[in-house]
């Protein structure tokens, strides 16, 4: 049985730093491309970041561009989310991801995820 497992969040003051990280016990890890989403309260889940099979390509929303960093061991059937710069406006409840998809167009939709995590809050203090 595939499993996600978000880990690492918690409670931060703005300009700090967390780094989310997601096991996938069960799951073919490195035929997966790797997502992080995102749900604010009241607002809908939206995309954060996507890494590629190898790691070779990482994507980004624009929002965190610059500040969030994505990466990904196979050996380990992890993936991370390093935060840094973090604002209020960040915090929401982050999922891990994993699709079959490769394409930049597919790769970062919701609806084209074949296994989700649980979530782990992360809430950003002013």
């Known amino acids: 049985q595939v499993q996600l497992v978000e880990s690492g969040g918690g409670l931060v003051q703005a300009g700090g730093s967390l780094r989310l990280s997601c096991a996938a016990p069960g799951l073919t890890f490195s035929v997966y491309a790797m997502d992080w989403f995102r749900q604010a309260p009241g607002k809908e889940r939206e995309f954060v970041a996507a890494?590629?099979?190898?790691?070779?390509?990482?994507y980004y929303a624009d929002s965190v561009k610059g500040r969030f960093t994505i990466s990904r061991d196979n050996a380990k059937n992890t993936v991370y989310l390093q935060m840094n710069g973090l604002k209020p406006e960040d915090t929401a409840v982050y999922y891990c991801?994993?699709?079959?998809?490769?394409?930049?167009?597919?790769?970062?939709?919701?609806?084209?995820?074949?296994?989700w995590g649980k979530g782990s809050l992360v809430t950003v203090s002013s």
């Open positions: 991801a994993a699709t079959y998809y490769t394409d930049y167009e597919n790769i970062r939709l919701s609806h084209r995820m074949n296994y």
């Open positions: 890494i590629s099979r190898s790691g070779g390509s990482t």
